[in-house]
């Protein structure tokens, strides 16, 4: 015989997992709109998990394909969660591809400002020394991966998101 975990155990092992990885995650309880998955939870980069609880014999109503259906056209990431186990592997998963590195906000939006500063800039200044004797662009000499990520950003490139 096959053991059926209820609903609310998930809920509460779901709950337990997202404090564990340190995941913000709200449960919808909307009383006037079905058919919204159960969970929500907030990833970094503005990203969103969308979960649906079910048991091992649960099956979703043709609301809740629909609204799925709808979320997956906008680009959002729905789950069917039917075990502890796949709700385990599914939060990891979006915990540590979420991740983002340890760099300021203010580094990402402007690399060449967020440092110490010393009085002049020494790659824009014009008739600098340093900046004619090791050629440097008006860039500097070395962009960071991040100055070429919002670079590209801002290009449009569809690798960067």
């Known amino acids: 015989?096959?053991?059926?975990?209820?609903?609310?155990?998930?809920e509460r092992h779901f709950?337990?997992?997202?404090k564990r990885?340190?995941?913000?995650?709200?449960?919808?309880a909307l009383r006037f709109s079905t058919g919204w998955p159960?969970?929500?939870?907030?990833?970094k980069r503005g990203k969103i998990l969308w979960a649906e609880l079910k048991t091992s014999v649960g099956v979703l109503s043709e609301r809740q394909k629909a609204i799925h259906n709808i979320l997956r056209e906008h680009?959002?990431?729905?789950?069917v969660l039917r075990t502890k186990q796949e709700i385990t592997d599914a939060l990891e998963?979006?915990?540590?591809?979420?991740?983002?590195?340890?760099?300021s906000a203010k580094q990402r939006l402007f690399p060449t400002m967020a440092g110490p500063r010393s009085g002049k800039n020494q790659y824009n200044v014009k008739g600098n020394k340093r900046a004619k004797k090791s050629g440097a662009s008006k860039?500097?000499?070395n962009i960071s991966p991040i100055a070429a990520g919002i670079r590209s950003l801002a290009?449009?490139?569809p690798e960067v998101g």
């Open 15 to 18: 709950s337990q997992e997202c």
């Open 1 to 10: 015989m096959v053991e059926i975990v209820l609903e609310r155990v998930l």
């Open 38 to 43: 159960d969970r929500l939870v907030l990833l």
């Open 139 to 141: 860039q500097g000499p």
């Open 155 to 157: 290009r449009g490139d």
């Open 93 to 103: 998963t979006a915990s540590i591809s979420a991740k983002r590195s340890k760099v």
């Open 21 to 28: 990885l340190n995941l913000t995650t709200l449960k919808l």
């Open 75 to 79: 680009n959002h990431t729905v789950l």
